[in-house]
């Protein structure tokens, strides 16, 4: 099955065929954003196993 990147590359080729900037800068709002929300909150995670205190793991990321 093909991963999420791939899928917002295909999307937005057939949307805009030909402009490679406009591929870029969706797959950067489409799946690079998307990963980090995903860091951060396996972080957020552990930070609570830790059991660090909410408001300061979010200033430390």
Do not use: C, W
Not at 16 to 31: D, E, I
Request: aromatic share 16%; no cysteine; hydrophobic share 40%.
């Amino acid at each position: 099955q093909p991963g999420l990147n791939i899928i917002t590359e295909m999307i937005i080729g057939y949307t805009y065929p030909g402009r490679p900037l406009a591929n870029v800068s969706f797959k950067t709002y489409g799946y690079v954003s998307m990963m980090q929300a995903i860091y951060f909150l396996s972080d957020f995670k552990l930070g609570h196993y830790m059991k660090i205190p909410p408001k300061s793991m979010f200033v430390v990321q």
